[in-house]
């Protein structure tokens, strides 16, 4: 009853009630306050509210923290931040959803110093309304989960739509579900991903999530054209690790063609070269290239082989070759740290004089 | 691909105990049981979500990993990859040289880049002035290496755009120390997820702060062997200027601000002394270095005032690019000179009198300002991945104004004046110089006809204006300067003849075409306009009288004319010399340009008059020191001018 009460008073004391402390901190300070007996004690309580499950008494107990007077601002906002956390581990039940509301709106009050020397800026300690929004947006990634477990890998119709308009917070769910979803279940759906990102349904993501999965190529290629850079990105290097190189192969000369990930795909590249012929093959090829020769220069430098160095050292002396094919060749024995290449390097600084890639090569050795 | 979501999906399973708490005794900066276990064997993680672990810290959004590449991605790069960069750029670019300026305490070279042309002179054949940046002083600060970088690829990137960028390889040596602290960025890349010893100091691993250096030796790289974890020293406190003053370092060797055992002890402060050296120091006139977190420019003031004063309005002007987003945090001490720390800043500020800040990125407070938590007030030392292209752009562009503005006030560099009727050159004069001062090389003067149209062509020293991708003009982000910007008028000195007003307030008479006069740029692709006139017909009806252009622009970061371009502007002891306003007043505002003037004669093979026009009253009467006042000249000079030099001129 006086829960409930106590409840009660805490609705219409809105959260600016909250009490504003005096100005920044020492952290240790703050620390020694935050951490006072008192808020252990309700720290402990709120975490056997949450081992019950029980959401509903922990949000009200919560609700009661909001304009507990008899804490300190820090410890308030210390339990607030781990009651926070510890609901949004919970069902969103409606009392729970109305307290981190309440929650969300809240401003910090602990101001510590970001550095205790020197440079006077302070940072909060605690944000309790950031956890709340941070534990409202897992709730929407657990709801999301649920929700498309059972339709991942289906041909229903409407899958593509829903896919193409979850929210980041949804698609983490989303993202969760395919995690724990058989692989040829979840090929069940390629032919309306595949249909759709052909025609600009922004649905990349999910076919590079799949594709990490599943380690389908025609997804994965179809990711490389229209997912995010990035992640693009973290399904290559996914992918790279996991496919044999006859697999990974065409999916990485796919993206040399693509600015965004080519540099990284020439790394994943280096990482096969000394298995695949082919690979070092391309990453020799890719050195002509004006937009990939540097990052092809610092895949074959990786390599450090003596092979490369002497290639790369007979591609820089070579006055017939193009300038610019020259000083990427050369780079690529800058950049080797092995004893070839910095053989090389000393000999090109003497054979090429003060020309300027002499004096780009001298720049090289000195380093 | 789950890390670029930028959203996590939290305690999605299982229970949480999200308040990871260390057992560490905080003592300021320091630890007052370093040698507990329980403190220095305490290891954490960083994650997206919370989990049931104790040990691990809820970040709110994914967790950084650095990714080999070498053009920028949505994220943060490797040391490796960075490393590549810089010297791609410096083995492919003739405008880029790499210069080894020293060695980490674990063998690593630290390199500083150059930027600029070749030589050391710009076009009129003055020394180029200099800017240093520094990135990397802390290891933990993960945007400085990319936004230091982001710096040197827009450099590299514009260097022959035919405009600013051209203009800045021309005339200003821009100096960059992308990655000063090797062995700490390093170490904090080797464990990207993990740190040790407190949630709320946290010192090892991806949040170390110092070098690896202590006591002669260095720490280990092994972050479970914790006996040396705590040590190491803070480079940002290891400067001459507040070395171990007004209780801001210490020398507590398990201190996070351990000031080191003297002052430049370190080989990393050292480095950054030779990379001054490159610029060379005596050139600088900017120094930057880049940090995070808590968006703010901490600029020390060192009671020099004009030093002072300019510092602010750089600041200012360079904040207003990103709409003044970041703060202003130029010391509280002003004109005391007595609050340095031993900071980098500090050193660069009283050592070489230069404008000079601590530069903190992105965030504001921490992980909340981007959806995430304060993580105990560290959050803001991981800035998401998906963050960090736009604080690279933000700040590139932000850089640009202010390297441009520190290049130098803006002067006229020459004129030609055309007969409409037939494109013959009636005028043209260009000022010249070899490291000293300057004289104006007349080179035609032929008479203006009274009643006849012409077209007169002005070039400065700069580009002048800014036009968006899509080659429409607009103020610089954040400026005033913009295409009604400006004025330009014809005077006729002793002739009772109203000034003829020239209509340069319009995008349409810039040239954003190379081909020089009269309708191309001079060197730079906005750095000259073209407008034409109509000579009054009672000008000149008794006998050659000169006509005098009187000229008030700015360029696009609001800088005002040198208006007397025979001094060049340079920056001696904190401010700029050698800057004139109109009434000839060395300062730091400029003024108006009156240093062209051609003549009109209803006789077209008349000789021009003797006498040269000029702003300047004929006797001095200002007192004050730095421009202003600039309009007073103008009723005693259209009532009856004064000559004041006389330099015959004759048609070539």
């Known amino acids: 009853m006086v829960l409930l009460a106590l409840s009660a008073f805490a609705l219409v004391s809105p959260a600016a009630t909250y009490a504003a402390t005096a100005g920044p901190m020492p952290r240790a300070q703050a620390l020694q306050l935050a951490r006072d007996g008192v808020s252990d004690e309700v720290i402990r309580e709120l975490k056997t509210l949450a081992t019950r499950g029980d959401s509903t008494a922990l949000a009200a107990r919560i609700e009661i923290l909001l304009s507990d007077a008899s804490l300190e601002p820090a410890a308030r906002e210390r339990a607030l931040e781990t009651g926070t956390f510890l609901l949004g581990a919970l069902p969103p039940e409606r009392k729970a959803r109305q307290v981190l509301r309440q929650i969300s709106q809240l401003e910090p009050q602990t101001w510590v110093w970001l550095e205790e020397g020197g440079h006077r800026v302070s940072v909060p300690l605690y944000d309790p309304a950031a956890a709340a929004r941070v534990s409202e947006r897992a709730w929407l990634a657990r709801e999301a989960e649920a929700r498309f477990s059972n339709k991942l890998g289906t041909t229903a119709p409407e899958l593509v739509d829903d896919l193409a308009r979850a929210s980041l917070a949804e698609r983490s769910g989303v993202i969760s579900a395919i995690a724990h979803a058989p692989a040829a279940q979840l090929l069940h759906s390629k032919p309306s991903i595949l249909a759709a990102l052909d025609q600009g349904v922004a649905v990349g993501w999910y076919a590079a999530e799949v594709a990490a999965r599943t380690y389908d190529s025609e997804l994965a290629l179809a990711a490389i054209e229209h997912a995010e850079p990035r992640e693009a990105l973290d399904m290559l290097d996914a992918l790279g690790d996991r496919l044999a190189p006859g697999d990974i192969l065409p999916l990485l000369l796919h993206s040399l063609r693509s600015p965004a990930l080519a540099s990284h795909s020439l790394f994943v590249l280096a990482r096969l070269a000394p298995v695949s012929p082919a690979a070092l093959s391309q990453i020799w090829q890719e050195l002509e290239n004006e937009e990939n020769g540097g990052s092809a220069a610092a895949a074959l430098a990786r390599l450090s082989s003596p092979e490369a160095a002497m290639r790369a050292a007979a591609v820089t002396v070579d006055p017939d070759r193009d300038d610019a094919l020259r000083r990427r060749a050369l780079l690529a024995l800058c950049l080797d740290n092995g004893d070839a290449a910095q053989r090389h390097l000393q000999l090109l600084t003497q054979s090429l004089g003060d020309s300027s890639l002499g004096q780009k090569a001298s720049q090289c050795a000195g380093r | ?652």
Not at chain 2, 308 to 328: C, G, H, I, P, S
Not at chain 2, 341 to 360: C, K, M, R
């Open chain 2, 1 to 652: 691909m789950r890390r670029a979501l930028a959203v996590l999906a939290m305690l999605v399973a299982g229970m949480a105990a999200p308040a990871a708490e260390g057992a560490c005794r905080l003592n300021g900066a320091s630890i007052s049981n370093p040698d507990d276990p329980s403190c220095r064997d305490a290891m954490f993680r960083y994650v997206e979500s919370a989990t049931t672990s104790n040990d691990e810290v809820t970040l709110g959004y994914p967790v950084p990993l650095p990714l080999d590449s070498l053009t920028p991605v949505d994220g943060f790069r490797t040391y490796e990859s960075l490393k590549a960069r810089h010297q791609e750029l410096a083995v492919m670019l003739d405008t880029v040289e790499a210069v080894p300026v020293g060695q980490s305490g674990m063998g690593e070279t630290i390199v500083a880049y150059r930027m600029g042309d070749s030589d050391r002179t710009t076009p009129l054949g003055d020394p180029e002035p200099a800017v240093l940046v520094n990135g990397t002083i802390h290891a933990r600060e993960w945007q400085s290496p990319e936004v230091v970088t982001g710096l040197m690829e827009m450099l590299a990137l514009r260097s022959a755009d035919g405009g600013i960028g051209q203009y800045l390889s021309d005339n200003l040596n821009v100096v960059i120390l992308p990655i000063l602290n090797i062995d700490g960025f390093r170490q904090t890349q080797r464990y990207p997820e993990r740190f040790s010893a407190d949630p709320d100091q946290p010192r090892d691993g991806r949040m170390r702060r110092k070098n690896m250096r202590y006591d002669g030796g260095l720490v280990d790289t092994d972050l479970d062997n914790t006996a040396d974890n705590f040590q190491g020293v803070d480079l940002n406190r290891n400067n001459e200027h507040g070395y171990g003053q007004n209780n801001s370092s210490s020398t507590d060797p398990v201190s996070l601000i351990n000031r080191g055992p003297a002052i430049a002890s370190e080989p990393e402060i050292l480095a950054l002394q030779a990379a001054a050296a490159l610029a060379p120091a005596g050139q600088l006139r900017l120094y930057v270095d880049v940090h995070s977190f808590s968006q703010i420019y901490f600029a020390p003031l060192t009671g020099n005032s004009r030093r002072d004063e300019l510092t602010v309005q750089l600041m200012q002007r360079m904040r207003a690019v990103t709409n003044f987003k970041y703060r202003d945090g130029r010391s509280t001490a002003s004109g005391t000179g007595n609050d340095a720390i031993g900071t980098t800043a500090d050193y660069f500020a009283y050592e070489y009198q230069v404008p000079s800040w601590t530069l903190e990125l992105e965030p504001l407070n921490g992980g909340q300002d981007y959806g995430g938590t304060a993580s105990h007030g560290h959050s803001g030392f991981i800035l998401p991945d998906s963050e960090i292209a736009r604080v690279r752009d933000e700040q590139a562009q932000t850089h640009l104004l202010g390297f441009y503005r520190q290049a130098g006030p803006p002067n006229v560099v020459a004129v030609e004046v055309r007969a409409a009727s037939d494109g013959q050159v009636v005028y043209r004069a260009e000022w010249t110089g070899n490291g000293g001062r300057r004289s104006l090389q007349v080179s035609t003067n032929m008479a203006l006809l009274p009643g006849a149209q012409y077209r007169l062509w002005i070039a400065f020293s700069k580009p002048m204006r800014w036009r968006d991708e899509n080659g429409e003009m607009q103020p610089f982000a954040g400026q005033t300067v913009g295409a009604d910007s400006g004025s330009a008028r014809l005077e006729f000195p002793g002739q009772n003849v109203a000034s003829l007003p020239l209509r340069i307030d319009r995008a349409a008479v810039w040239n954003m075409a190379p081909g020089g006069a009269p309708d191309g740029y001079h060197r730079y692709a906005d750095d000259s306009l073209s407008v034409d006139f109509t000579l009054p017909a009672n000008v000149a009806e008794r006998s050659a009288q000169p006509v005098m252009l009187v000229l008030d622009n700015a360029d696009l970061s609001g800088q005002k004319l040198d208006a007397d371009p025979v001094t060049p502007v340079s920056w001696t002891n904190g401010h700029w010399s050698g800057f004139e306003n109109e009434l000839g007043e060395e300062g730091d505002i400029g003024g108006l340009d009156c240093s062209i003037s051609f003549f009109a004669a209803t006789d077209a093979n008349a000789n021009p008059p003797a006498d040269s026009p000029s702003c300047k009253p004929a006797a001095p009467t200002s007192t004050g020191g730095g421009g202003g006042g600039a309009l007073l000249w103008l009723l005693p000079m259209l009532a009856g001018f004064s000559f004041v030099s006389a330099r015959p001129r004759r048609a070539t």
